[in-house]
């Protein structure tokens, strides 16, 4: 049973530029949140996706934006990056159901230069 | 204040030992409580959740006292693989928004 799984690993980009990162859920699992952990702080919650529509969201600017695709995959995209945008991108599943028990992905580690 | 406040640490903690780590939440109308652990340049993973009446599993035990708006997390008998960062986590009721604290760091020393 596959956990959920992330890509890329590793991103390095520059200022200005955008960014999409993906996500699979672990298997039966239908909600998908995003998170940024800067180093030393706890994951800051992005949003939540649950039948292809953002249901809630944290406080970030509408340069972060999301989809969820039929089969519950979800990408993260974020434009005009920032370097304060460097952090561990953090993608949970869930049940919607069951939504407070989240299973995290190993993260994508982003690199604004 | 902040909605999820913890202890960063470090707590050094020799092996074989007890130690408990408190995190305070401000929103009353908060729902459910959670421990998460985060290993080094790791994912969190779920430890355990925190029940109203308080709840142990193995050598851990996590209380939830609402009048004082704090849960706590106690580790018995400490193991070198006990080290990492514990993460507080409070589910609003009024919205379902899932808060994270900063974490406390955990060191046990051999």
């Known amino acids: 049973d596959a956990g959920v799984t992330q890509s890329p690993t590793h991103l390095i980009k520059t200022r200005g530029q955008q960014v999409t990162l993906r996500c699979s859920p672990k298997?039966?699992?239908?909600?998908v949140s995003w998170y940024q952990q800067a180093l030393g702080q706890g994951p800051q919650f992005i949003f939540q996706?649950?039948?292809?529509?953002?249901?809630q969201r944290g406080n970030f600017p509408d340069r972060f934006s999301g989809h969820q695709f039929p089969n519950y995959s979800s990408e993260l995209n974020v434009n005009a990056l920032l370097l304060g945008d460097s952090a561990l991108y953090l993608c949970?599943?869930?049940?919607?159901?069951?939504?407070?028990?989240?299973?995290f992905g190993p993260g994508t580690r982003l690199t604004v230069t | 204040r902040k909605e999820v406040e913890q202890d960063p640490g470090p707590f050094n903690v020799p092996e074989g030992a007890t130690v408990a780590f408190n995190c305070t939440y401000s929103?009353?109308?908060?729902?459910?409580f959670f421990w998460y652990r985060q290993d080094c340049r790791k994912e969190p993973k779920l430890l355990m959740s925190?029940?109203?009446s308080g709840n142990e599993d193995g050598r851990f035990t996590a209380q939830l006292n609402r009048a004082s708006q704090y849960i706590s997390l106690l580790i018995r008998d400490s193991k070198l693989s006990d080290s990492a960062t514990y993460l507080c986590?409070?589910?609003?009721?009024?919205?379902?928004?899932?808060?994270f604290g900063k974490g406390t760091r955990l060191h046990i020393l051999p």
């Open positions: 949970a599943s869930s049940r919607y159901r069951d939504r407070h028990e989240q299973y």
């Open positions: 298997s039966g699992h239908d909600t």
């Open positions: 996706y649950y039948e292809e529509e953002e249901r």
């Open positions: 929103n009353s109308a908060s729902q459910s």
């Open positions: 925190v029940y109203s």
């Open positions: 986590v409070v589910k609003l009721d009024r919205d379902d928004k899932i808060i």
